[in-house]
């Protein structure tokens, strides 16, 4: 396309020119809606489905030559271009370099955190969209790269020690290219931009509303980016700008809103923050809080599903995907976590969907590794490998530590395999209000002195931090938002639903309390009244 940027059509530099002016100038938040939203995806489908929009050089004249304005847009633009074509080793690379010139640039003109500003007053205005669009692609070519690194890497091992084969010419050609290029999507400089993002839009009390939709979408990124290297309290511990009550409110168009409810207002960010977060607190242990919030989240796409008003969003074709793999994950956890927190509905979603998984862990078999490979992100190692290592007879088929997935797949079957025990063990015990300690191990097929160690391992393995909340209203609560608190107000507690104590030879066993909530009962049927009237509304009588 770049040798033909001289003749791309009006529409498209009316469409720069207006775009440039929402951003810069009008800061009408409903115009560039419909610029960012609908005329972009109109003038691409009409006049580049496949091909490239014009580079920035050849519209830089519809807005002023401004540079922040032309790297968002040349960061737009390349986003539609990975999407309808394969990247290359050398468009990664690209693409990094495009990133870092749009966050530097962004940097640039921020707010410090004394309150002045870096280059005079802010003048730039992005919609809550286009700000987590931005991130969260930016972290998908990081991730992609990633695995790229080590994909390339394998298939140049594969062919080491055969003499009389060499790597394909795309392999060496990529090989060549990262190593010349070590410090690409490097992830000290990614976590660098997001912590940085996060800094100057909480921090400065003259940050404007784009920069604190940076702010708290960057803590969505950041959460996203350590649940995928495995540090899960961190991905946890990132998301406390968003829960902090003491948060000023953020002005979203004409409304003033909590830097929480700026978050589920942007349905992608909602549905990335509370999925990575879920296998946090699943990986943490934490499954009454990994329950909670999937079962939420998963409670409002069911009905979403229903009505339609999740495809009106772009980007629905994956939410789909990602609600099998929130189900996933509740199929793990109804079977590890004995207190039920999730609806009915999901309940019943869950058996549907996994009645064999589930009846394989019923009957002592192997089913959470199926359900967790299937549910689980594409963890990632950011550790560079030696490329040169991959040319040498009797290299390691993968870089050493770049198997990231298969270690975290490890690390949660490590822990399951003490749930078979614990499980068969509750079930017995949930049958007596007491029983001696020699009848219940031989019921679980041990010795005395085995069992007694599994009795407390029980408890422990149910001891957890749960997650503070507040009160929500009716309205946030029909949504499936649970309002949180920053990570520093957990408690502990147990996700136990019986308790029991051992006095001499002797388990005491008494049924935890159960909270009979009646509010839940309500809400069911006022939603099933208006799922009747909505039906019957819908039914066309002839006269």
Not at 10 to 35: C, G, M, N, Y
Not at 199 to 213: D, E, I, L, N, P
Not at 412 to 430: Q, V
Request: net charge negative; with cysteine; glycine share 4%.
């Amino acid at each position: 396309m770049s040798s033909d940027d001289a003749l791309f059509p009006d529409s498209v530099k009316d469409f720069v020119f207006d775009l440039h002016d929402t951003a810069r100038r009008s800061h009408i938040p409903s115009e560039q809606q419909a610029l960012y939203v609908s005329s972009f995806r109109e003038i691409t489908s009409k006049y580049f489905p496949n091909t490239a929009w014009p580079s920035p050089a050849a519209i830089s004249s519809e807005c002023g030559g401004d540079p922040l304005f032309l790297s968002l847009y040349h960061e737009l633009t390349l986003r539609h271009l990975q999407s309808v074509k394969r990247p290359t080793v050398r468009d990664r690379i690209a693409g990094w370099h495009a990133y870092r010139q749009l966050f530097d640039l962004l940097l640039d003109e921020a707010p410090k955190d004394d309150g002045t500003d870096s280059s005079g007053p802010v003048t730039l205005y992005l919609l809550p969209e286009w700000c987590f669009d931005i991130l969260h692609e930016f972290l998908y070519q990081f991730q992609g790269f990633c695995q790229f690194r080590t994909t390339t890497y394998t298939a140049a091992a594969k062919v080491a020690d055969d003499p009389d084969k060499s790597p394909a010419g795309h392999t060496q050609d990529a090989m060549e290219a990262l190593g010349q290029n070590r410090d690409a999507w490097a992830v000290e400089t990614v976590l660098y931009y997001l912590h940085r993002l996060v800094a100057v839009g909480t921090r400065s009390k003259s940050a404007s509303a784009t920069y604190r939709f940076l702010a708290y979408f960057s803590s969505v990124t950041l959460s996203r980016l350590e649940c995928l290297l495995g540090d899960y309290r961190a991905s946890i511990a990132a998301l406390d700008v968003i829960y902090d009550p003491e948060a000023e409110l953020v002005a979203v168009g004409e409304d003033m809103k909590s830097p929480e409810e700026l978050v589920n207002g942007v349905f992608p960010a909602r549905l990335s923050l509370t999925y990575h977060a879920g296998v946090s607190y699943l990986m943490l242990r934490r499954y009454k809080d990994s329950a909670s919030i999937l079962g939420g989240i998963c409670l409002f796409m069911q009905r979403g599903f229903k009505t339609g008003q999740l495809r009106k969003i772009p980007g629905s074709e994956q939410f789909n995907k990602l609600f099998d793999r929130m189900i996933a994950l509740l199929a793990i956890l109804s079977h590890i976590c004995p207190i039920s927190v999730v609806d009915d509905i999901i309940a019943s979603i869950v058996r549907d969907k996994h009645a064999n998984n589930l009846s394989k862990i019923e009957a002592g078999e192997e089913g959470y590794e199926d359900l967790f490979i299937f549910a689980c992100p594409k963890f990632v190692n950011p550790a560079v490998p030696d490329y040169s290592q991959a040319l040498k007879p009797g290299c390691p088929a993968v870089p050493y530590g770049q198997d990231a997935y298969k270690l975290q797949v490890q690390h949660f079957m490590n822990e399951m395999s003490a749930h078979t025990s614990l499980r068969k063990m509750r079930s017995y015990m949930s049958l007596y209000t007491s029983i001696e300690v020699k009848q219940l191990a031989s019921f679980n097929d041990m010795n005395v002195e085995e069992f007694q160690s599994w009795l407390t391992c029980f408890k422990h393995k149910m001891r957890q931090l749960e997650r503070g909340t507040v009160v929500a209203s009716t309205d946030s609560a029909s949504k499936g938002v649970v309002k949180g608190t920053k990570s520093n107000q957990d408690k502990a507690g147990t996700a136990m639903d019986i308790h029991y104590n051992v006095t001499g030879n002797v388990v005491h066993v008494d049924e935890a309390e159960k909270t009979r909530q009646f509010e839940t009962f309500f809400m069911k049927q006022i939603q099933n009244n208006d799922d009747i009237l909505r039906q019957l509304e819908n039914i066309k009588i002839e006269h």
